[in-house]
């Protein structure tokens, strides 16, 4: 009779101990795995509050109803209805709205588009959003009487630093102002003006330039009305496209000597413009910059001529020595 065969105990400890040790190896790669993956974005909790009513921002209110950011009979806005806000479209483009502080509370919003608030003709202050990531060119264009702007302390991307009433971010490692107001102060670190930053800012009388700023954007200034003196930094190197178009109070224009090339429509619309200071040797290019040549030019000792022989140059009313 022959003996049934029995698998040496030896090697069922052997068996049982392999099963167990990849046992052990999945459920550590599953849980590796597991730990790797990125949580998923949460909302940021938001405090439910009252930000607006009828009586305290009634035109809000009523861009929120027609939004359907409340309901078409809601007398007031929470922090909660804001915070589910993720664009704004056009819901502020010529706006009669005073305040829009409560933007800051719409922290779903990631960008802010060129525009976005362009002709609200009474908005008087605005605060940006901590989520904010992008701001276009142009997104305050045409808000004359807008003097208070701030940017939330939690955004990571832009600030208002000291007060500034203006949009910053660094851009190239330098500090640019993306936009500004009449009562916007440039500090003496910024480098850059973005395109747009002031247009339309028909209450900006005045401004002072840092000494290290570099460059102007195109249409900076544009139909600034009531600006009246510009005194351009020395290492600008171009005045580009409509940057001061349409500044019809202009009458001084002071240019410095690192100056090359007025780019297309710079100074077009400065019907007012009663003197150009240019202090360089080599006459700048123009490219149509002007349409109104009743300013007297101030060039160089000796550089009359220069000046007198250039196609550009020699339609203004007089050139004359600075002294």
Known sequence: METEYQTPFYKQIWFLGGVAALAVFALCFF????????DEPKAPEVENKVIASVHTNEPLIIIARQQGWIEADATEMTSVDAAEVDSLGEAFVGSDIQSLKELQYFVALKELKSGAFAHADELKDIVIPSSVEAIEDGVLAYCPALESIAVDS???????RGDCNGIVCTWKGKLMLVAGCKNTVLSKDMVYIAPQAFKGCTALKELTFPERMESLGAEAFMDCASLRVIDIPKNIRFVEESTFKGCKALTVVTLPKSIERLRQDSFKGCSSLEKIVCPRHYVPIIENAFDSFNATVYVPEGQENKYFRDKEWKRFKDVKELR
Do not use: G
């Open 31 to 38: 849980a590796i795995d597991y730990v790797s993956q990125p």
């Open 154 to 160: 939690a955004n990571t991307h832009y600030d208002s």
